[in-house]
């Protein structure tokens, strides 16, 4: 088993609870901040986005 990033564990917590329903509006919003806040102070987070074109994806 591959081990996840902690950016893509959480992205993937979330999903699963939408796909039971809940509303994650106010945690997705959370997380963005978090991640930003991580990115200022040079956490190594990667932001990239998945699918964006900028690496062939």
Excluded: I, Y
Aim: with cysteine; net charge negative; aromatic share 4%.
């Amino acid at each position: 088993m591959q081990h996840k990033s902690w950016p893509d564990l959480c992205e993937s917590l979330l999903d699963r609870l939408e796909a039971k329903g809940e509303n994650t509006t106010t945690e997705r919003a959370e997380f963005g901040v978090l991640m930003v806040d991580c990115a200022m102070r040079g956490c190594g987070a990667d932001l990239g986005m998945k699918g964006d074109g900028s690496n062939g994806n």
